[in-house]
């Protein structure tokens, strides 16, 4: 966090509670889009929100990979991990310093592997 400003994450909605919910305890911004009513968006419409929104997305969806690899689309940054090769803890504590570490300008139009 270079800038001082944090990044902000918006997990889609096959992101488990348990792990938004533990970010949030841990004073990371996080919402997802079980608890914005964005479910049943498509991935290119749960980008855009998170794009309005200056929000990295969070997700263990691959589609996101390809989709952001084969088009030219602006985002704030893509998380992706892979939803058996890490535990809930893992995952919160990954996340938490990714967001100590980075900024958003760090996090523009990249794509990261927990």
């Known amino acids: 966090m270079k800038d001082g400003k944090r990044i902000r994450i918006y997990a889609d909605e096959n992101v488990n509670a348990a792990i938004v919910e533990g970010l949030k305890r841990r ?4 919402w997802s889009a079980s608890g914005t009513g964005k479910l049943g968006l498509s991935d290119k419409e749960q980008l855009k929100y998170a794009s309005e929104e200056k929000a990295v997305i969070f997700t263990h969806d691959d589609d996101f990979l390809s989709m952001a690899a084969e088009s030219e689309i602006e985002h704030h940054g893509i998380i992706y991990a892979h939803q058996q090769h890490l535990s809930i803890g893992e995952c919160i504590r990954r996340l ?6 980075m900024s958003p300008d760090e996090m523009r139009n990249r794509i990261l592997f927990l």
């Open 96 to 101: 938490k310093t990714l967001v100590e570490t």
């Open 27 to 30: 004073g990371v911004e996080i």
